[in-house]
């Protein structure tokens, strides 16, 4: 695609740079003078990050704004470019990086995706499961009620998790999850990242592990790579249609800080970006603290402040 420097244009919308219009199915759309400020910045950065920082000397001179300001301004665009199916189509954030506009960027992750050769995915011999391999291979004979995986295989992709955890307390952790076909079953391949700099500690856990779906529900089980293979469960809801990109549900844990003890929390599920590979995915990880501007406030709403614990009960018994 030839880039017109004076006109661009993606699905039902085309913005004439020079005359500064913007048009939907061909009628011209009036835009507030900060959202056409934004959009005009957005255009000529297309396909860069822009950090908060760069957004804010660019569109508000430098000024000091909310985050709350810069969340309304940014729907207000997606809102004025009428991408009716995904409002985020166009503009996507990128957790712990900043806001990206791209006009074409291919396909969401479907099924066949394949990540880097760095970074394998699990496969039917290195899941744990067990030992009875038929046992694997045959779900509905465990699980009633089981739907095929051709019902839900547009679930299939990768990942950001949002989640609290006893291990990063007063943080959001960030995760991937990638969900991928294997031998016509759903295989979980699961990276957590931590750095805490007071301590001196570092944490990186790779979980592995299976997937059905029952009634509009995804079961999750994984399992530690590593000493001492602690098991994490999920339960999530399917998609809905207004937000095809999200899961949310909650998720049973082992806490590596308090020696163990499980603990329950609500988990969110957000696709990441179309055009995102994983291992864009993977540098987005790690804990955020509470007020960070850099997730957005649908998902920290969705997280909530807390998540149970059984550390101090188990103690006292």
């Given at each position: 695609?030839?880039?017109?420097?004076?006109?661009?244009?993606?699905?039902?919308?085309?913005?004439?740079?020079?005359?500064?219009?913007?048009?939907?199915?061909?009628?011209?759309?009036?835009?507030?003078?900060?959202?056409?400020?934004?959009?005009?910045?957005?255009?000529?950065?297309?396909g860069d990050v822009?950090?908060?920082?760069?957004?804010?000397?660019?569109?508000?001179?430098?000024?000091?704004?909310?985050?709350?300001?810069?969340?309304?301004?940014?729907?207000?665009?997606?809102?004025?470019?009428?991408?009716?199916?995904?409002?985020?189509?166009?503009?996507?954030?990128?957790?712990?990086?900043?806001?990206?506009?791209?006009?074409?960027?291919?396909?969401?992750?479907?099924?066949?995706?394949?990540?880097?050769?760095?970074?394998?995915?699990?496969?039917?011999?290195?899941?744990?499961?067990?030992?009875?391999?038929?046992?694997?291979?045959?779900?509905?004979?465990?699980?009633?009620?089981?739907?095929?995986?051709?019902?839900?295989?547009?679930?299939?992709?990768?990942?950001?998790?949002?989640?609290?955890?006893?291990?990063?307390?007063?943080?959001?952790?960030?995760?991937?999850?990638?969900?991928?076909?294997?031998?016509?079953?759903?295989?979980?391949?699961?990276?957590?990242?931590?750095?805490?700099?007071?301590?001196?500690?570092?944490?990186?856990?790779?979980?592995?592990?299976?997937?059905?779906?029952?009634?509009?529900?995804?079961?999750?089980?994984?399992?530690?790579?590593?000493?001492?293979?602690?098991?994490?469960?999920?339960?999530?809801?399917?998609?809905?249609?207004?937000?095809?990109?999200?899961?949310?549900?909650?998720?049973?844990?082992?806490?590596?800080?308090?020696?163990?003890?499980?603990?329950?929390?609500?988990?969110?599920?957000?696709?990441?970006?179309?055009?995102?590979?994983?291992?864009?995915?993977?540098?987005?990880?790690?804990p955020y603290p509470?007020?960070?501007?850099?997730?957005?406030?649908?998902?920290?709403?969705?997280?909530?402040?807390?998540?149970?614990?059984?550390?101090?009960?188990?103690?006292?018994?």
């Open positions: 695609m030839n880039f017109d420097p004076y006109s661009i244009s993606y699905g039902r919308w085309s913005f004439d740079v020079k005359r500064r219009l913007l048009y939907v199915d061909g009628e011209v759309v009036r835009l507030q003078r900060g959202v056409l400020k934004l959009l005009q910045y957005l255009v000529r950065r297309e822009v950090t908060k920082d760069e957004l804010v000397e660019a569109v508000w001179d430098g000024r000091e704004v909310s985050d709350a300001a810069i969340y309304n301004r940014v729907n207000a665009l997606r809102k004025a470019l009428a991408d009716d199916k995904s409002p985020e189509h166009c503009i996507q954030w990128e957790y712990g990086r900043g806001l990206r506009f791209f006009r074409h960027i291919g396909s969401r992750m479907e099924s066949n995706f394949v990540g880097p050769e760095t970074t394998p995915f699990p496969t039917h011999q290195n899941l744990p499961v067990a030992s009875d391999k038929k046992e694997y291979d045959e779900p509905k004979e465990r699980f009633i009620g089981a739907s095929p995986l051709k019902d839900w295989r547009y679930i299939l992709g990768i990942y950001n998790t949002f989640y609290r955890t006893p291990s990063w307390p007063n943080a959001i952790k960030v995760g991937v999850t990638v969900l991928r076909e294997v031998d016509g079953q759903v295989a979980v391949w699961t990276s957590e990242r931590g750095e805490d700099r007071k301590v001196g500690t570092r944490q990186r856990a790779r979980y592995l592990g299976s997937a059905i779906f029952i009634n509009g529900r995804m079961y999750v089980t994984e399992q530690n790579s590593e000493r001492p293979h602690s098991v994490c469960l999920s339960t999530l809801d399917a998609p809905h249609k207004y937000r095809p990109d999200i899961m949310t549900g909650l998720m049973h844990g082992s806490s590596w800080r308090l020696g163990g003890a499980p603990y329950a929390t609500r988990v969110v599920w957000r696709r990441v970006p179309p055009g995102m590979h994983l291992r864009g995915a993977l540098e987005m990880s790690g509470d007020d960070t501007d850099l997730i957005e406030p649908t998902i920290l709403t969705s997280v909530g402040s807390d998540c149970l614990t059984f550390h101090e009960q188990t103690s006292a018994l």
